[in-house]
């Protein structure tokens, strides 16, 4: 059964910018994207699990900091290899300046 | 079209495939490798697989499974023996099979040392496939003398993971500096430092003279008169393209088989991607080693077989792991007259090439951001100021948008 995370607030990602969120054991990313949507992926690359809460945001896809792997962050889609299977993706919302994120 | 014959079972294949039947074809694909296995990541072979790090099941590109479920036909462990043009078929086994379009993906092989120097004895390994590090494995004991020939990439990354489990390692480099070929002085200058602060002697401007003793390698003699006593040796001269196939099939060779921009070979039936294939670039010809090249022209390929009529645009990018270090780097430093030192401390500093006011690459040690950005920068053209690069405190994403 998914719940609702409060995962952070909005003030605590920039425009473009990516945090790393730990939650129930598992590793996030929460990504802004450059017109202020939020985007909760898994957080390792499905490639050799590198953490892409070091990746580079560009509007709203996240570069692999490793071997420049790039995901669609509301998609999870692999725009480029080498990485071949998608990331998983989670819902997000935004109420009173928090994200919200579905896990 | 019916039927792609792909031979060669590597990185560019399994991308070629993959990009086949995304882009719709239902057609009938046939991958014809000679080694064992379905196709698999070469780079952690002398990186994490070689430390023992990563297993076998993490360095396959996909699941065995996948090929069936894309209707893939596997003919592994199988070699080529020809390619019949005008009848359009490959020879292998004992049989031929008939091919409607064909991909030559057959990478490259590692140059070894001549036989008259000792380059046949027991215990002298290249690293290029999964059995070559399988048979070197075992010789990875602490204790154990490594002698390693060439200061390139793969030798530094084996002098690296055979330090690391306790080898005393020692590289020979017969040019003036590791690492001379692909990369600045300032390159060479941090990896020397970072193997010899590991413990591993590495000795610029001499060449091997011979490897010595039998059946089993036991010692060496170099250029300058000096002799080692070792156990092992690694040999990491170099590749070159694995073009013999191609050759007696009397296909365009030049640096590698030679290929138009959108990958057709002298042959319009024949393709080729990845390390095997030379392509048109600034007017002159350009072969790339890399995973990223095998990815890109594999997809290419199978995009204008399927009719895309696209030109390939290369977006050279490599990388490279020894101890905790972190090398990635975008662009080709051909040409360079300037490099611009970026440097955040603790060993986070990077190496931006120019030629004038042009970027033309970036080596990033430990610094992903750098490489990230250079290598936007490098694909857009764009070439940033010197002071702003240098400044370490400076914020690079800001000029992906200047």
Request: with cysteine.
């Amino acid at each position: 059964m998914a719940d609702w995370i409060d995962a952070c607030a909005t003030g605590d990602i920039a425009a473009e910018d990516v945090i790393r969120f730990d939650h129930g054991g598992r590793t996030f990313v929460i990504v802004r994207d450059h017109e202020d949507n939020f985007y909760c992926t898994d957080g390792l690359c499905t490639h050799e699990e590198i953490h892409l809460s070091d990746g580079l945001v560009v509007e709203a896809t996240i570069e692999c900091p490793k071997h420049s792997s790039i995901f669609d962050c509301a998609t999870g889609e692999v725009e480029t290899p080498p990485a071949c299977e998608d990331l998983h993706t989670y819902a997000t919302k935004v109420e009173n300046g928090r994200v919200f994120v579905e896990i | 079209m019916s039927h792609v014959v792909v031979i060669g079972a590597g990185q560019a294949a399994a991308s070629l495939i993959a990009k086949l039947r995304a882009g719709g074809f239902d057609g009938r694909i046939t991958l014809v490798g000679e080694e064992p296995v379905v196709p698999y990541q070469r780079p952690p072979l002398s990186k994490a697989y070689l430390l023992g790090d990563m297993g076998l099941d993490r360095l396959y590109l996909r699941p065995e499974a996948w090929y069936g479920e894309q209707d893939v036909t596997l003919r592994l462990g199988v070699r080529v023996e020809r390619i019949d043009r005008d009848a359009k078929v490959v020879a292998l086994d004992g049989e031929t099979i008939a091919y409607d379009m064909l991909a030559l993906t057959t990478g490259s092989v590692p140059n070894r040392l001549p036989n008259a120097i000792g380059g046949a004895l027991d215990g002298v390994y290249t690293v290029r496939t999964l059995a070559d590090v399988d048979a070197m494995a075992h010789e990875f004991r602490a204790g154990a003398r490594a002698l390693i020939v060439g200061g390139g990439y793969i030798g530094l990354e084996a002098a690296a993971v055979a330090s690391k489990r306790g080898v005393t390692v020692t590289l020979v480099e017969a040019a003036e500096r590791i690492l001379q070929r692909v990369a600045a002085p300032q390159t060479s200058d941090y990896f020397r430092a970072l193997h010899g602060s590991h413990g591993v002697t590495i000795r610029e401007g001499v060449g091997l003279k011979a490897l010595t003793g039998g059946p089993r390698v036991s010692g060496a003699e170099l250029a300058d008169g000096s002799r080692l006593d070792v156990d092992f040796v690694i040999v990491g001269v170099g590749i070159r393209p694995a073009v013999a196939l191609a050759e007696a099939a009397g296909l365009a060779l030049d640096n590698g088989i030679a290929v138009d921009a959108q990958g057709r070979s002298s042959d319009p039936a024949i393709w080729a991607a990845g390390d095997c294939a030379s392509f048109p670039h600034g007017g002159g010809r350009l072969r790339l080693e890399s995973v990223g090249n095998a990815i890109d022209m594999g997809e290419l390929v199978a995009e204008n077989m399927l009719g895309a009529g696209k030109d390939y645009v290369a977006r050279p990018w490599f990388w490279s792991d020894q101890y905790d270090t972190k090398l990635q780097i975008a662009g080709l430093n051909t040409g360079w007259d300037e490099i611009v030192t970026r440097d955040s401390g603790g060993g986070v500093v990077s190496f931006w090439y120019y030629a004038g006011a042009r970027l033309l690459a970036v080596d990033a040690m430990n610094d992903s951001r750098a490489y990230m950005v250079g290598k936007r920068l490098i694909e857009a053209g764009k070439s940033p100021d010197k002071a702003v690069i240098a400044d370490a405190a400076a914020d690079l994403k800001p000029l992906l948008k200047a």
